[in-house]
């Protein structure tokens, strides 16, 4: 009896693990491949700003993880599909340009002012960022500059049309 029951245990681990974690097919995509390297040099940034002399800088690459954590699981999960209320692609472009403008400016800081290893080391390991979120923001930018220059067009039509009484010039 306990053989029978024992692959029975395991199973609840696999399918709460395998819920957690993107699908294959995301991860492999350019978006998913992107957003796991900001999490990871975001994470690798926060652990080396923790434990250099620039901790104070340790918030930046926090919030930046967690928001990164946060789309990558909303894109992974198709939650982003779900609420049409919200623009995600703007707020994740949004968070693309201000984490790498920020992880640049804090680098910078880091590698010139402090001078133990640490901060050297997240300083470099937020250049990187820097470069992973520009580049997140540049597909996201040439994404949703087609998607308006759609809505640009689609648009167009109804405005070509003249309406009978825009012309008059009665009182």
Do not use: W
Not at 5 to 26: C, D, H, I, R, T
Not at 38 to 59: D, G, K, Q, Y
Not at 101 to 127: E, H, L, R, W
């Amino acid at each position: 009896m306990g053989d029978i029951e024992a692959p029975n245990s395991s199973q609840p681990g696999q399918s709460v693990l395998k819920s957690v974690l993107p699908s294959k097919e995301f991860a492999t995509s350019r978006k998913g491949m992107l957003l796991i390297a900001e999490v990871a040099l975001s994470f690798i940034s926060f652990v080396c700003f923790a434990a250099s002399a620039a901790a104070a800088f340790v918030t930046v690459p926090l919030l930046a993880f967690l928001a990164t954590v946060f789309f990558l699981f909303a894109y992974s999960t198709k939650f982003n599909e779900r609420f049409k209320g919200f623009c995600f692609p703007l707020m994740d472009f949004v968070r693309c340009v201000t984490a790498s403008i920020i992880f640049f400016i804090i680098s910078i800081m880091a590698v010139s002012k402090y001078p133990d290893g640490s901060s050297k080391a997240a300083g470099i390991f937020g250049f990187i960022a820097t470069v992973v979120f520009a580049l997140d923001f540049y597909f996201i930018f040439n994404e949703l500059a087609g998607f308006l220059k759609q809505g640009g067009e689609s648009n167009e039509e109804p405005s070509a049309q003249r309406d009978d009484f825009s012309d008059s010039d009665s009182d």
